[in-house]
C-alpha cells in the first residue's frame, strides 16, 4: 500500500472526515488514537506531523511498526508534514521503512543510521548489522570493545525477532548522537510478544512483566533445542557494564533500566492484544565509555572478522587506504578513514601501517583531516609511534609532507594562524 505524505495545503481541503491527531508524543498515544478512531468507525487517519522536529529510534520504530501492524488490517494512513521543518523525519522513512533484502549491495545500505529499517531473513541482518557496524566505526572515535559490544546485542536482539515473534518481520533503527556520544538502537516487532512466547515454556509466567524480568535472565528461553537463552540477557549485562540505559516493553508491560536503577509498568503500555503482544527493545550506550566485553558475557570472547581481515602475521594491522577509504579527495572520506584507524588503535594498541599503494592523488584536504589533524590532536610522538605509511608516490608525500608542516606550525609557532590550510 503506497503512503500519501502531503503537505499542510493540499490537506486542508479534503480530509474533513478523517479524526485529526495533533501530536505524536509516544507510540502508547498513537494507538490509542488508532482504536479511538476505529471505535468511532474509521478506517482512514490522517496524522499531523508538523510539531515534530529531531526525533530518535524509540519513537520512530514502534510508530512505523503500529502503522504496519494496522495497515495489515485495512487501516489508511496520510500524514501532514513541513518540508524544511520535518526533514529529518521524512529521512527516516518511518512511514515507509527501507526493506533489508531488497536494498542488499545497493548504496542505500552504506548509509543505515538514522533510517527505519524492516528486515525479515538471517542473511538480511547479517549485511544490516554490517552496515551499522561500519557506519559508527568511521562516524567517530569509540572506546575499547563498544564496537564489538553493539555488533553482538544488535545481532541476538534481531534474531530473536526471527525466532520468536512469529512476525513476519522486524523493525530496527540506529543513530549516533555524537553531542552526547550516545549510540541509540531500537528493535520493534508486532509479534505475540515475550509472554505469549514463554508461557509455553517450562518457565511458565503468569503475568507479561514476569515474563520481560524471566527474558532478561540467564538460560531462559522458548525451547532450548533453538537458542540458549543468553540473548536478552548479554544485552542487560552489556548496557549495565556501560551504565547505559535499556528498556523492554511487550504485552502491555515494561522494564527499564537507567541510571543504575530499574522501573517497571505492569500494564498499560502498547500492543495490540492479548494474540499481537508486541516487543520493542530500546537500547543506548555512551560510546566513550570502555566496555569489558568478554567480562558482560561471563568468558566468552567473540571474533572481530573486520579486525582479523587487516591483522598481520606480526600482530599488527594494515590499512589498505585505496580498499578502506571513499576516495583521497575530500575531508569528509578522510575523516571516516581516521575514525576507523584511531579505533582500531583503541581496541587493540597495535602499530598500523597505511599503505598508499594504488593511490594515485590524495588531496590536500584529505591529506590534512587524515594526518594533519591527528598529529595536531594527538601529537607528533603518537603518530610515529602508532603509525607506519608505506606505498606513497613521491606527489602524495609531498602533499602529506606539506599538510604536516603547516598543521605543526598552526599548532606550535603560529598559535593565529586560520585553522583550515591550504586546500
Given at each position: 500500500m503506497e503512503t500519501d505524505i502531503r503537505s499542510c495545503e493540499e490537506l486542508s481541503y479534503y480530509y474533513e472526515i478523517q479524526p485529526f491527531m495533533e501530536k505524536i508524543s509516544t507510540p502508547k498515544y498513537l494507538n490509542k488514537q488508532i482504536l479511538i478512531g476505529q471505535n468511532k468507525g474509521y478506517s482512514d487517519f490522517r496524522i499531523n506531523?508538523?510539531?515534530?522536529e529531531r526525533t530518535y529510534p524509540n519513537i520512530c520504530v514502534p510508530i512505523a511498526g503500529a502503522i504496519d501492524f494496522y495497515r495489515t488490517r485495512r487501516v489508511n494512513f496520510d500524514f501532514v508534514v513541513e518540508e524544511k521543518k520535518n526533514s529529518y523525519l521524512q529521512h527516516?522513512?518511518?512511514h515507509t521503512p527501507l526493506i533489508v533484502e531488497d536494498l542488499i549491495g545497493k548504496r542505500e545500505l552504506s548509509s543505515p543510521l538514522d533510517k527505519v529499517w524492516r528486515f525479515s531473513t538471517s542473511e538480511g541482518v547479517c549485511k544490516l548489522v554490517d552496515a551499522y557496524v561500519s557506519a559508527i566505526r568511521e562516524s567517530d572515535e569509540v572506546a575499547k570493545g563498544v564496537l564489538d559490544s553493539l555488533e553482538w546485542c544488535i545481532n541476538e536482539t534481531m534474531d530473536n525477532v526471527l525466532q520468536h515473534s512469529s512476525a513476519p518481520y522486524g523493525f530496527v533503527m540506529g543513530q549516533i548522537q555524537k553531542e552526547t556520544k550516545r549510540l541509540s538502537i531500537c528493535i520493534f516487532d508486532w509479534g505475540r510478544g515475550i509472554y505469549n512466547t514463554l508461557k509455553e515454556s517450562k518457565h511458565k509466567p503468569t503475568k507479561a512483566l514476569d515474563a520481560i524480568?524471566?527474558?532478561?535472565?540467564e538460560r531462559v528461553t522458548r525451547d532450548?533445542?533453538?537458542?540458549?537463552?543468553?540473548?536478552?540477557?548479554?544485552?542487560?549485562?552489556?548496557?549495565k557494564g556501560n551504565n547505559g540505559f535499556?528498556?523492554?516493553?511487550?504485552?502491555?508491560?515494561?522494564?527499564?533500566?537507567?541510571?543504575?536503577?530499574v522501573t517497571t509498568i505492569a500494564n498499560g503500555e502498547m500492543n495490540f492484544?492479548?494474540?499481537q503482544g508486541s516487543t520493542f527493545v530500546d537500547f543506548q550506550l555512551d560510546y566513550r565509555k570502555a566496555i569489558d566485553f568478554e567480562k558482560a558475557l561471563g568468558g566468552y570472547e567473540p571474533v572481530n572478522l573486520w579486525l582479523?581481515?587487516?591483522?598481520l602475521d606480526n600482530g599488527e594491522y594494515q590499512i589498505v587506504v585505496s580498499e578502506q577509504a571513499h576516495g583521497t579527495g575530500t575531508r569528509q572520506?578522510?575523516?571516516?578513514?581516521r575514525n576507523s584507524i584511531l579505533n582500531i588503535f583503541h581496541e587493540k594498541h597495535q602499530r598500523i601501517t597505511l599503505d598508499f599503494s594504488g593511490v594515485n592523488l590524495v588531496s590536500s584536504s584529505f591529506a590534512d583531516e587524515l594526518i594533519g589533524k591527528m598529529i595536531s590532536e594527538y601529537g607528533f610522538m603518537f603518530f610515529i609511534n602508532t603509525f607506519q605509511i608505506t606505498g606513497v608516490s613521491s606527489i602524495n608525500a609531498r602533499v602529506i609532507n606539506r599538510s604536516i608542516e603547516q598543521r605543526m606550525a598552526q599548532k606550535y609557532y603560529e598559535p593565529n594562524m586560520d585553522d583550515t590550510p591550504d586546500e
Open positions: 506531523l508538523t510539531k515534530a527516516t522513512s518511518f524480568t524471566l527474558a532478561l535472565q532450548e533445542k533453538i537458542g540458549q537463552g543468553n540473548g536478552m540477557w548479554g544485552l542487560s549485562e552489556v548496557i535499556v528498556r523492554v516493553s511487550s504485552s502491555g508491560a515494561s522494564y527499564t533500566y537507567s541510571n543504575e536503577e492484544g492479548d494474540q582479523e581481515e587487516r591483522e572520506s578522510a575523516m571516516k578513514l
